[in-house]
């Protein structure tokens, strides 16, 4: 027997297995846009609904592994947390079971089977990704193609490993997994580590099965042990990362590993003593399907109530810790790029977060030109230091989510949280210049006339609403707020050139001291600045669709 004639088919066939599977998800995740932008909202403590949202996740980018990636990163962001990642984990393992079934369609579908129709749907799609203008057509086309791809892939691994039902050594290989439960799962935790992809590993499986070759014991197993191989992706994720993330990349381990230590129990009982005949029979695709799914579900039916007792077993483990968080630390990961949507939900609620350390950085300026408070200056600057920190890493973040494929519409997004960020910095110069005014004021002793200070505290008043209701406006997607922003604005305008007409007079009159008065006119530069960011802000919210 050529065995080259068998690997390098099955090899390729692998290969577009999995490029189609990939296609197939980026056309998905594509098409499902805002639904997979709002995901991060809809977020609670409820594992129940954690459950779906795992499930629906990984059954748009196809892969458990990405999704438990993508958890890993949220909970070393601090976006999720352990319970809630929980959930999504239990999830995650129901809705690889996708692929699987889609796969085994060449079976249940019969005529309609998508093997029959994967080079049918290849062409077509390539004909609308070629002549289609709009962005969401070429994604129903990457869907399109695809699925022709990893039917083609399937059928091509079937194909090639036919031959090997004439190898007798071959056959005995997976009769010596089926009888050593340990083996197979051993064999099938490898397989998947290898290739870091679960769905990928059941439709090896699959194709195996369609050429006769596996056992229904040897299949459970190895079905079991795909399961714990999926783990190695989530935990190689986790290296370098907080010990919370870590955390969640053993609390997937041990759900998977409780769940295959009860179904082997289960499987070694009933291939041992109840029907040990059933075993040796052969499994069709459909019936790896089957139990693929029966043994994810269960899994997750028989662990829900106990799953708080998983995570304190894992925090144990990992004697996870919770300090406190450095403001200046980005709750954003690069595991999150995974899921470009939910990337960009998560952008944005950094940049409200900045927005809102700068509201209260903004309020402290208030009255410190009267007071002109060493804390209060000493804390502006620091949270100046903080702010520059989070542009720099919000920047750098967004300009990596506007390298992958994204839609033009969340292109227009990126471009925008770039601009707000930008303006929300500019703020905090803004402060920190009028904390060194203060300084310089406190170094030459000098002071506001009770008129000079009335104007700075009301213009200060108008300028600090004016950027506090933007942010307001940006965080609750609120037109009416950035409306008033607008308005708030022009009143600022207003204000500073009545202001400096009477200040100048009062100059020309010499009847304020000239530090204190160019003091004056610095800090109303500043504030009308400060309000015309707000605005820039506001206007970015009245353009959001």
Not at 112 to 125: D, E, F, K, R, T
């Amino acid at each position: 027997m050529h065995y080259a004639s068998i690997i390098i088919p099955f090899a390729g066939g692998l290969g577009m297995f999995i490029y189609g599977m990939q296609i197939m998800a980026q056309g998905l995740e594509n098409a499902a846009g805002s639904r997979m932008k709002t995901l991060l909202e809809a977020l609670t403590k409820n594992k129940f609904f954690g459950v779906l949202l795992g499930a629906f996740i990984t059954a748009v980018i196809q892969s458990s592994s990405a999704t438990t990636v993508m958890v890993v990163g949220f909970v070393n962001a601090g976006i999720m947390n352990l319970t809630q990642a929980m959930g999504v984990i239990m999830g995650a393992n129901i809705g690889t079971t996708v692929t699987g079934w889609l796969v085994s369609s060449v079976e249940w579908a019969k005529a309609l089977s998508p093997a029959n129709l994967a080079p049918i749907a290849v062409m077509a799609g390539v004909i609308v990704m070629l002549t289609g203008k709009r962005r969401s057509t070429k994604d129903i086309a990457s869907i399109i193609v695809g699925f022709g791809i990893l039917f083609i892939g399937i059928t091509t691994m079937s194909d090639s490993v036919s031959p090997l039902q004439e190898s007798e050594g071959f056959r005995n290989l997976f009769v010596v997994l089926g009888r050593n439960p340990f083996l197979g799962i051993i064999a099938g935790a490898l397989v998947t580590a290898v290739i870091q992809s679960s769905s990928a590993s059941v439709g090896i499986l699959q194709s195996l099965s369609a050429a006769g070759l596996v056992p229904f014991n040897a299949a459970v197993y190895i079905i079991m042990g795909q399961n714990i191989g999926t783990c190695v992706t989530a935990i190689m994720s986790s290296i370098g990362a907080k010990k919370t993330a870590k955390t969640a990349a053993v609390m997937h381990l041990l759900f998977n590993i409780i769940g295959t230590i009860i179904f082997s129990i289960i499987a070694i009982v009933f291939f041992k003593v109840i029907n040990p005949a059933y075993g040796v029979g052969f499994i069709t695709q459909t019936e790896i399907s089957a139990v693929h799914t029966i043994f994810n579900i269960g899994t997750t039916i028989l662990l829900f109530p106990v799953s708080d007792w998983i995570i304190r077993l894992a925090k144990r483990l990992e004697r996870e810790d919770s300090k406190n968080r450095d403001e200046s630390t980005l709750l954003l990961d690069d595991r999150m790029l995974e899921t470009p949507g939910i990337a960009l939900q998560s952008t944005v609620h950094e940049m409200i977060r900045m927005g809102k350390l700068v509201v209260g950085t903004l309020e402290r300026t208030r009255e410190l030109l009267v007071i002109k408070s060493k804390e209060d200056i000493e804390k502006i600057r620091e949270e100046e230091n903080i702010t520059d920190d989070l542009c720099r890493g919000l920047s750098e973040y967004a300009i990596k989510l506007n390298t992958l494929s994204i839609n033009e519409k969340e292109h227009q997004q990126v471009a925008s949280i770039l601009q707000i960020i930008s303006d929300i910095e500019r703020v905090s110069d803004y402060c920190e210049n009028i904390s060194e005014f203060a300084e310089d004021m406190k170094k030459h002793k000098a002071v506001f006339s009770e008129v000079a200070y009335e104007e700075i505290a009301e213009m200060e008043a108008v300028c600090i609403d004016c950027f506090r209701y933007a942010i307001e406006a940006l965080e609750e997607n609120d037109k009416q707020k950035a409306l008033v922003v607008i308005e708030k604005e022009r009143k600022a305008d207003e204000l500073e050139n009545s202001l400096r007409t009477a200040h100048m007079k009062r100059l020309a009159r010499n009847s304020c001291n000239t530090q204190s008065g160019i003091v004056f006119l610095d800090t109303l530069i500043c504030l009308e600045r400060i309000s015309d960011h707000a605005r820039n802000i506001a206007e970015e919210v009245l353009a959001m669709d």
